[in-house]
């Protein structure tokens, strides 16, 4: 019976996955991805690609969502299993809340991502300030920002993100439990796919 040695991740919880290991006593490593990334499948599918190859010879857990559209194919040819989910947003919240607010109209905001907006949204969308918002503002009604146990203060960054999606901001405060069930589950599905 072989445990899993190591989460690979995206890095938008990598402060809550940690805490999560600790608190549980996993004896697991992590390795966690820039969240950037999601808005590069190319380099999000070979960052991912190469991380998996070095740490190949060692049981792992990986904790993404269906963040590329290959992602289970990618999982697939290096024999991991990831978490249950569609994003990061739905593995944390519980996919009833994600869902309650995503019909609402939420644009997510962990603190990784407010902290790091300008390189991470930037990159994609440079230029006119105007075409961001009315892209914002054509899918999303109001921008929820998460707060967990283990985040900073990260308010003025989230005031920032607000101002230029002209999107509302609003605040949840969540704990780490729909998280760690997820994670508990992921590893045990490791252990059991290794017997």
């Excluded at 072989?2 to 004896?27: M, P, T």
């Excluded at 054509?138 to 989230?158: M, N």
Aim: glycine content about 6%; charged content about 20%; some cysteine.
């Amino acid at each position: 019976m072989s445990q899993a040695e190591l989460i690979i991740g995206c890095g938008i919880l990598k402060k809550e996955i940690r805490c999560l290991v600790e608190k549980n006593g996993w004896h697991v490593q992590t390795k966690f991805l820039p969240s950037g990334l999601h808005v590069d499948f190319d380099r999000l599918q070979s960052g991912l690609e190469a991380c998996l190859q070095q740490n190949a010879a060692r049981p792992a857990a990986v904790f993404y969502g269906a963040c590329h559209p290959s992602m289970d194919q990618i999982l697939a040819a290096a024999h991991v299993i990831r978490t249950p989910g569609q994003n990061c947003v739905d593995i944390y919240l519980g996919h009833e809340l994600f869902s309650r607010e995503l019909e609402q109209g939420a644009f997510f905001l962990f603190e990784d991502w407010a902290l790091h907006w300008q390189e991470i949204v930037g990159s994609v969308m440079p230029g006119d300030p105007e075409i961001m918002r009315n892209i914002f503002c054509s899918a999303h009604t109001y921008l929820l920002a998460i707060r967990t146990p283990c985040s900073g203060d990260f308010s003025a960054e989230a005031k920032i993100v607000s101002d230029m999606t002209s999107l509302e901001l609003r605040w949840i405060d969540v704990g780490l439990e729909h998280l760690e069930a997820n994670l508990a589950t992921t590893l045990e599905r490791v252990k059991a796919d290794r017997k």
